[in-house]
């Protein structure tokens, strides 16, 4: 079995791991695009004069500006949290009149 002719690849691409390659835009840049594509109707345009993809877009959205959320996202997030936090306030309150009467039960008298 002769090797002759054929082309080896890197152990890198041979075991199946590639190379990152360095990314096109810096920070700075990735966040002017970002502004860019937050005006009116902007996200589709700035992706077309940058030549990315609008999942990019979205994928720099999400890690460089977290705290970017849509509004009503938002909103829902917040009225979930509260009901939750409500939820537990009522457990923890239940509890507490449990052991409170227990306690009052074996001592007798009020606390």
Same mark, same amino acid.
């Given at each position: 079995?002769s090797?002759?002719?054929?082309?080896?690849?890197?152990?890198?691409?041979? +075991?199946?791991?590639?190379?990152?390659?360095? =990314?096109?835009?810096?920070?700075?840049?990735?966040?002017?695009?970002?502004?860019?594509?937050?005006?009116?109707?902007?996200?589709?345009?700035a992706?077309?004069?940058y030549?990315i993809?609008? =999942?990019?877009?979205?994928?720099?959205?999400?890690? +460089?500006?977290?705290? *970017?959320? *849509?509004?009503?996202?938002h909103?829902?997030?917040?009225?979930?949290?509260?009901?939750?936090?409500? +939820?537990?306030?009522?457990e923890? =309150?239940? *509890?507490? =009149?449990?052991?409170?009467?227990?306690?009052v039960? *074996?001592?007798?008298?009020?606390c």
């Open positions: 079995m090797t002759e002719g054929c082309t080896r690849l890197p152990k890198q691409v041979a +075991h199946g791991k590639r190379r990152r390659m360095p =990314s096109r835009f810096s920070k700075e840049k990735k966040l002017q695009i970002l502004r860019e594509g937050s005006a009116e109707g902007g996200v589709t345009r992706c077309r004069k030549r993809s609008v =999942s990019t877009f979205y994928r720099w959205r999400a890690k +460089h500006l977290p705290g *970017d959320m *849509d509004p009503a996202r909103l829902r997030s917040l009225q979930l949290e509260n009901r939750r936090l409500k +939820h537990r306030v009522a923890l =309150s239940l *509890d507490y =009149s449990i052991l409170r009467s227990a306690l039960n *074996d001592r007798g008298s009020e």
